[in-house]
């Protein structure tokens, strides 16, 4: 099996044990259901999933991460026998875990900090952070042409 579906089973596994003792485990082991049922009863896998769910949770409970690596390992092994066996199931998953996935994070703000010193006898000092468009600085009119308004 190639390496980007393995590296995509291990990243399935992760997502589906993490979601399996998180509040919104309904919807995705729904969604799960429909990954590894074609062709099988859906409530076998639904049963498979909680049953699995069931031996995290008590694995968490007891701090056994020997057995929560277990369920992990086993649903790694399903997922790249899935994936291998049926390669729209890898569109499936990867649509998956992006909706797991984090949230994007928001382009990092900058704060800039503008020091002057000295003095400006004719003309003008600017400082800015960004500039859009144009940009006139000083005294626009001709030689000769007379002040507006004053």
């Known amino acids: 099996m190639d390496a980007e579906l393995t590296a995509l089973a291990t990243a ?3 997502a ?12 995705v082991r729904d969604r799960v259901v429909v990954l590894f ?10 049963g498979e999933l909680e049953e699995s769910r069931a031996e ?5 409970n ?7 690596a277990d369920v992990q390992a086993s649903w790694r092994s399903r997922l790249r026998r899935t994936l291998r066996d049926d390669p729209e199931a890898a569109a499936e998953l ?7 996935g984090p949230p994007p994070t928001p382009p990092a703000t900058s704060i800039v900090h503008n020091t002057i010193s000295g003095s400006v006898t004719n003309g003008a000092a600017v400082q800015a952070h960004t500039v859009e468009g144009s940009v ?3 005294d626009t009119r001709s030689a000769g042409e007379p002040r507006r308004g004053g």
């Open 56 to 60: 995290l949770v008590a694995a968490r």
């Open 94 to 100: 990867r649509a998956l875990l992006a909706e797991l």
């Open 37 to 46: 049922s074609r062709g099988r009863d859906e409530e076998a896998v639904a």
């Open 16 to 27: 589906l044990v993490q979601q399996m003792v998180t509040d919104g485990w309904g919807n």
């Open 62 to 68: 007891d701090d056994d991460e020997d057995a929560a």
């Open 12 to 14: 399935g596994a992760t």
């Open 136 to 138: 006139t600085i000083g």
